[in-house]
């Protein structure tokens, strides 16, 4: 049976609309409500994400081994390698210039709607900083958001962390103090793949 190129054109305008339609209800359900949360997160509506900073599922060239977390600084990409040349692609936030991690480190320890006391640096670079001195409180004004996965070095915490946010509008942008920041959703997701004494390779330009 013979197709003809109108009939095939039709077809493949029907596959490339499927594929569309498949990767935006994926997208939905990645961003979707969290009610179960210890403090409950609703959806984000896709609109308020850039498509190339959503999570998915991408191919991936690099030679490390599955289970390591690369931060591509300048991209503002993050990967975690699943392996079989396949890698989870989130967008992030990042340092100001001079203020980022680079090199390699190692997932220390893990929290859940952690807590914050700002660095000392972080109180002299901007004196506001003082008023949290004595710590805040994990929730929906902390600034680590819902999880944080701590960058240890040689068995030292580097004060540097890979966490999410009460600033969604920062991902894809060079303005945190140094750390790695996420969208909840995808700090959640993160966390649940990622163990303690996992390898975190940061890629600076």
């Given at each position: 049976m013979s197709l003809s190129r109108r009939g095939f054109l039709a077809g493949a305008a029907v596959f490339v609309a499927g594929c569309t339609n498949a990767e935006y209800q994926t997208a939905r359900l990645n961003y979707a409500a969290l009610p179960d949360e210890r403090f409950p997160l609703a959806s984000v509506p896709l609109a308020e994400i850039d498509p190339e900073l959503r999570r998915q599922e991408v191919a991936y060239d690099g030679n490390e081994p599955a289970g390591t977390v690369v931060v591509d600084t300048p991209a503002r990409r993050l990967?975690?390698?699943?392996?079989?040349g396949r890698a989870m692609?989130?967008?992030i936030g990042v340092g100001r210039e001079g203020l980022a991690l680079r090199g390699d480190a190692r997932v220390g320890?893990?929290?859940q709607w952690p807590s914050w006391t700002p660095t000392?640096?972080?109180i002299r670079r901007d004196p506001r900083n003082r008023q949290f001195a004595s710590g805040v409180p994990g929730g929906?004004?902390?600034p680590l958001g819902a999880r944080a996965l701590y960058l240890y070095r040689g068995g030292r915490d580097t004060m540097f962390r890979i966490h999410g946010?009460?600033?969604p509008s920062s991902i894809g942008h060079a303005m945190s103090s140094g750390c790695v920041r996420m969208l909840n959703h995808d700090v959640i997701d993160l966390y649940e793949r990622v163990p303690v004494g996992a390898k975190v390779n940061v890629i600076q330009a």
């Open positions: 990967y975690y390698v699943m392996g079989d692609r989130y967008g320890r893990k929290a000392g640096n972080m929906p004004n902390n946010t009460n600033q």
